[in-house]
């Protein structure tokens, strides 16, 4: 018997999520899924409530965002019986590269996806990270797929910070969210 017996992803998160003030800039609460993703149950519980949610999307492919995005889309794309594309901080990937620049909530930053060796002409691709806040990592993960030419189905994060409200710049778009974090 564990202390998650019986719960959903909802009650995971929230039971096992680490908040963590003023990281990395002042004013900032940073979201730690780290217990989350150490717990095999809690893990599971999450993974599969994303993916029963995602499966109407029809995605030819996950895109997990860079870092915790890509434990999450694994497990939800081999769940959903799709590969998995990883979407990179800038300078990870050997060029060629396509690079979109996009400003955080404490700075900014830059992710990358292979230019060449891969095809995502005409693919659907669903989006997986950890949390939204202002929806500037999915949004420049959304350039770097359509440059690529692909389609984004959908997105799907474990927490949302509300009150950043990132959601707005995806009305368009079916977006999931387990929780609201903090």
């Known amino acids: 018997m564990t202390a998650l017996d019986g719960a959903d992803a909802r009650e995971a998160l929230a039971s096992l999520t680490r908040f ?5 800039d002042k004013g900032v609460v940073f979201q730690d899924l780290t217990p989350v993703l150490a717990d095999a149950h809690g893990f599971r519980l999450i993974v599969n ?3 029963d949610a995602c499966g109407p999307c029809n995605a030819d492919l996950v895109g997990g965002l860079d870092a915790r995005g890509f434990l ?3 497990a939800v794309a081999m769940s959903l019986g799709v590969g998995i594309l990883a979407i990179r901080k800038a300078g990870k990937l050997p060029p060629p590269v396509l690079n979109e620049t996009y400003a955080l909530e404490y ?10 060796g891969l095809d995502l002409t005409g693919r659907r691709v669903l989006l997986i990270d950890d949390v939204l806040a202002t929806g500037g990592t999915m949004a ?23 009150e950043l409200n ?15 974090g903090q």
């Open 49 to 51: 409530d994303m993916a």
């Open 166 to 180: 990132g959601r707005a710049r995806f009305s368009d778009l079916p977006l999931y969210v387990v929780s609201k």
């Open 140 to 162: 420049a993960s959304r350039r770097l797929i359509e440059r690529a030419g692909g389609t984004v189905c959908g997105m799907a994060v474990a927490l949302e910070v509300p």
């Open 72 to 74: 999450l889309g694994s």
């Open 20 to 24: 963590v003030p003023d990281y990395p």
């Open 107 to 116: 700075g900014e930053a830059a992710l990358e996806i292979p230019a060449d």
